[in-house]
């Protein structure tokens, strides 16, 4: 009798044992299979310029499974991704089991000043939305802006803030006409130059600002290795002649230059006078 139910004791220990086993396998192959079937194999970036989209990616993909689409999802259901440095948000779109889109939706950044060793970023309402140690190519330089003081997230303190709609304007512009400048200058009395290189170009006011520049971009390849500034700021959307005030050193450089071409061609015709007068000697 105790013969018959330790074995029946055993037979119950190794069923469970034998379902247990059973339940194992079929949830490793069932994770096995969910892990193989949503494998992400693709993966789509949208709306980013600030950060390339191998960098996105190691912002989303943060940990060994999240190169998982049921994993993903679960991460980022109802939820954004902030706090990152020129990025409002993003959001992550599961296409299908093995393809995702991210979504980066940037910060609007108009240009920048630099204060206290720090590049300040502000948006077109002069709001300083970031703070960084790093120049971000393709956003404007900006100088001659009166301020005593920068803080995160406030508009910087300038007397007219009306300035930077007129920013605003020449960052479109710019980009409009695939204009890349090194700085936008504004004096006291907020006229605006445009730095390209050792050449300036001088608008003036804002007024018929779109078709300064228009003219501007036809004209910028001639500049290309001048130094000097071009006047613009007499403009008034009628056609006129543009005048360009080179450097003094380099229009030292080129009178120089001019100089001693003079000398050189006057001495070669003395040479050549010489020589003509020297054959006609031997010929008689």
């Known amino acids: 009798m105790k013969e018959a139910f330790r074995m029946?004791?055993?037979s119950k220990i190794l069923r469970v044992l034998l379902t247990a086993v059973i339940i194992m396998?079929?949830?490793?192959?069932?994770?096995?299979?969910?892990?193989?079937?949503?494998?992400i194999t693709s993966v789509t970036v949208t709306g980013n310029s600030h950060y390339t989209s191998d960098e996105i990616k190691e912002m989303v993909f943060t940990g060994p499974y999240s190169y998982n689409s049921l994993v993903l999802s679960v991460m980022y259901r109802d939820r954004t991704i902030k706090d990152i440095p020129f990025i409002e948000k993003m959001d992550v779109d599961i296409v299908s089991a093995n393809s995702v889109r991210i979504n980066v939706y940037?910060?609007?950044?108009?240009?920048?000043?630099?204060?206290?060793?720090?590049?300040?970023y502000f948006d077109k309402d002069g709001i300083v939305v970031e703070s960084s140690n790093r120049v971000i190519e393709g956003i404007p330089f900006v100088t001659g802006l009166s301020y005593d003081h920068v803080v995160l997230h406030e508009q910087l303190p300038v007397k007219k803030p009306a300035v930077f709609l007129t920013i605003l304007n020449v960052t479109q512009l710019l980009g409009k006409y695939d204009i890349s400048t090194d700085r936008i200058a504004f004096d006291a009395?907020?006229?605006?130059?445009?730095?390209?290189?050792?050449?300036?170009?001088?608008?003036?006011?804002?007024?018929f600002i779109d078709e300064k520049?228009?003219?501007?971009?036809?004209?910028?390849p001639q500049l290309r290795?001048?130094?000097?500034?071009?006047?613009?700021?007499n403009y008034v959307g009628e056609e006129v002649n543009f005048s360009f005030d080179m450097d003094k050193e380099e229009t030292e450089d080129t009178e120089a230059a001019e100089g001693e071409d003079g000398e050189a061609a006057e001495g070669s015709e003395e040479g050549g006078e010489e020589g003509a007068g020297t054959g006609n000697g031997d010929g008689n």
């Open 8 to 10: 029946f004791k055993n």
């Open 25 to 39: 396998a079929a949830v490793c192959g069932l994770l096995l299979f969910l892990w193989h079937h949503y494998s």
């Open 106 to 120: 940037e910060k609007a950044v108009a240009g920048y000043v630099e204060y206290l060793g720090h590049y300040m």
């Open 189 to 207: 009395d907020e006229r605006i130059t445009l730095y390209f290189g050792n050449a300036r170009v001088f608008l003036g006011t804002d007024d």
């Open 213 to 220: 520049i228009n003219e501007m971009h036809l004209l910028l």
């Open 225 to 233: 290795g001048y130094s000097g500034t071009l006047h613009m700021e």
